[in-house]
């Protein structure tokens, strides 16, 4: 049974996510998203083109050819623009090319290029991007590569020409493009319009091609199915048809000179049946003749005037043990000053007087770049007045590194973060609500569980008698951080995990310019056995407490549970409107199931933090983990700019 669909209901919608499958379509051309590339790059790709993307001696031989081509050496700095999975540019890697990096759009192919590249330890700079707005300078690479028909997805052709404008942009005087893509004049005359195939011994594909109106893109629609299951996706999309004079012209607008064709390609796939836009590629060289670009000269001072806004260590914090700021805060303040003082271009001012913080403001505003924003004290060093801080940068329209203040209120409240990420099908721990007040309440389902506030940081209120194995140690914790805590406002009772204890670090702006930190565990080797293994109040305020000595140390962990953890954080990093940089906390459940715990914008900041160390193991020391929030500042005023 078909269904009759009525287009214009669901015009520049994922028609997949309405039916499983549509049925006959009298046009396919109505039913191509404008952004489909958004959406086709999965695993579904991954099989449907496996016997070509991920058949290494065809990726072999189509790098026997290019580096041919182009004479190349190992020395040169390659980008592979659209790289997908990554697959030509590690086998550059593996080869001896120790200065290429990969862009594509796909979240999801980024990173199975990076679990690619860590599994074989090859030395490759992945990063998520458009190819319309590239997230390098000027004369960065010798060549840049778009390969296996990566080039004419987008609905204008002025979009290609973008494209083709960034690549001259982001070349070296005298650098090389090397392009192979569909020979359109071949498939215009030749494509098949329809056809199926298996992918494997459980999934076959059928496909229907058409022409579009302007006879200058070909539609393609896959229906992909599973022997058991049905279909499981009807998806489609519209790759432009350049004829080698058409793809010339391009060039040549977009700057680039010497057009030479290399002749065509053709895959030889073990499957060797329908090779549909992969079939017959051309190979396009062009040389970019152009001056170096100049470096822009400003009229400001050459270093950075950047203001630097902390807690008052003249007022009090009630986090702090004896509510006052210690010699360890002001060691800490005078290491992070040490490592900022180490950072050329800069002039750093910091104000700490909460007092004549606004009139400050004023005073400088206009006179400085944009404020370093270390305030995660909060405004009078009262934690939930940490979003006023950012609040009063808006308002005075002076720019700052982290976390706006809507960020902050909804990662404030653990609970909302909790609804947010079950929202996005992001595992969560089982949790009841405890209300202001509540003195009769159902017992959770579930023992151990850790009690908690639901408002606050530095984990505040959570000590080792937070874990309850029972209805009455749960009522005695809950008095505790009422009594002894002074806490009034709502309480979370969260099944306790008892796997590994993670977190993990982004610093930059998904979706273009961000770098994921390796993933750090705690170590409780040392914690006497009888304690909960928890890294609470008593581990960051309390050095005569055995969880003083708690280690942090690289996780180790399957590649599947990495991936969820970051593709998890990215998410949410984007959600949640984190900035510039953000960590997140997650357990392993006993089953070796990752589940989030919360969610940390601007996080602590102090050279001996889970932050810094996590930096550390990706081979940043403090100043550089520093400079790289500074940079993602600047990248974000940057782009507000333009």
Not at 69 to 74: A, P, T, V
């Amino acid at each position: 049974m078909t269904k009759n669909v009525n287009i214009s209901n669901i015009k520049n919608k994922n028609v997949d996510d309405l039916f499983p499958c549509l049925g006959p379509v009298s046009n396919l051309e109505d039913y191509v998203r404008k952004d489909w590339w958004n959406h086709l790059f999965n695993s579904y790709y991954l099989k449907t083109d496996g016997d070509v993307v991920n058949d290494e001696e065809i990726t072999s031989r189509e790098i026997d050819i290019y580096t041919k081509i182009l004479n190349l050496e190992s020395n040169k700095k390659i980008l592979d623009l659209c790289c997908g999975h990554g697959r030509h540019s590690l086998e550059l890697a593996k080869r001896g090319f120790n200065r290429v990096e990969g862009l594509d759009k796909s979240r999801f192919l980024i990173q199975e290029a990076k679990k690619t590249a860590r599994n074989k330890n090859l030395s490759v700079k992945f990063r998520e991007g458009d190819a319309r707005i590239l997230p390098y300078p000027p004369d960065s690479f010798d060549v840049v590569m778009i390969l296996g028909n990566s080039f004419g997805y987008f609905d204008s052709i002025q979009d290609d020409l973008k494209v083709l404008k960034e690549v001259f942009r982001v070349l070296k005087p005298w650098g090389h493009i090397l392009i192979d893509l569909t020979d359109g004049e071949y498939l215009k005359n030749n494509y098949q319009p329809r056809s199926w195939e298996w992918i494997d011994r459980e999934h076959y594909v059928c496909r229907e091609r058409s022409l579009s109106l302007d006879k200058q893109r070909l539609i393609s629609r896959e229906v992909i199915s599973h022997v058991n299951d049905g279909v499981l996706v009807d998806q489609f999309y519209a790759e432009r048809l350049y004829s080698e004079k058409k793809i010339q012209e391009l060039l040549v607008n977009a700057g680039l000179s010497d057009v030479l064709f290399h002749g065509t390609l053709t895959p030889n796939s073990r499957r060797n049946q329908d090779l549909g836009m992969m079939e017959k590629r051309l190979i396009i060289s062009a040389l970019v003749k152009k001056q170096w670009t100049p470096i822009k000269k400003t009229i400001k001072s050459a270093e950075k005037k950047v203001v630097v806004i902390m807690g008052d260590p003249n007022k009090p914090d009630v986090l702090k043990p004896a509510h006052i700021f210690d010699d360890d805060d002001f060691y800490t303040i005078d290491q992070l000053k040490d490592a900022l003082r180490s950072i050329k271009g800069y002039q750093f001012i910091y104000l700490t007087n909460h007092d004549s913080l606004i009139s400050d403001l004023i005073k400088i505003n206009g006179n400085i770049d944009y404020v370093l924003n270390l305030c995660d004290e909060g405004y009078y060093n009262t934690a939930r007045n940490e979003l006023h801080v950012p609040a009063l940068l808006d308002i005075l329209h002076i720019p700052y590194t982290g976390a706006g203040p809507q960020c902050l209120a909804f990662c404030y409240d653990k609970s909302l973060v909790r609804g947010i990420a079950k929202e996005m099908d992001i595992p969560v721990p089982e949790a009841i609500f405890i209300r202001p007040g509540d003195k009769a309440f159902d017992l959770p389902l579930y023992f151990p569980a850790i009690v908690k506030p639901n408002f606050g940081d530095s984990s505040f209120g959570i000590t080792q008698r937070c874990v309850v194995y029972n209805g009455e140690e749960l009522i005695d914790a809950i008095n505790e951080i009422r009594g002894k805590f002074g806490y009034d406002q709502s309480i979370i009772v969260e099944q306790f995990l008892t796997g590994k204890d993670l977190t993990v670090g982004i610093i930059g702006n998904p979706p273009n310019q961000y770098r994921i930190l390796p993933i750090s565990e705690d170590d409780y080797s040392d914690l006497p056995p009888e304690l909960p293994k928890i890294c609470g109040y008593e581990a960051k305020w309390l050095p005569d407490s055995p969880y003083w000595n708690i280690k942090s140390i690289p996780a180790i962990l399957p590649d599947k549970t990495r991936e969820i953890i970051e593709s998890c954080s990215l998410k949410l990093f984007e959600r949640l409107e984190c900035k510039d940089y953000a960590r997140f906390d997650w357990r392993l459940d006993g089953e070796g199931n990752p589940k989030l715990l919360e969610v940390n914008p601007n996080p602590g900041w102090c050279w001996d933090g889970h932050l810094a160390k996590m930096a550390k193991y990706g081979g940043l020391t403090y100043q550089e983990m520093l400079k790289e929030i500074l940079i993602a500042t600047e990248n974000s005023i940057n782009d507000k700019l333009i």
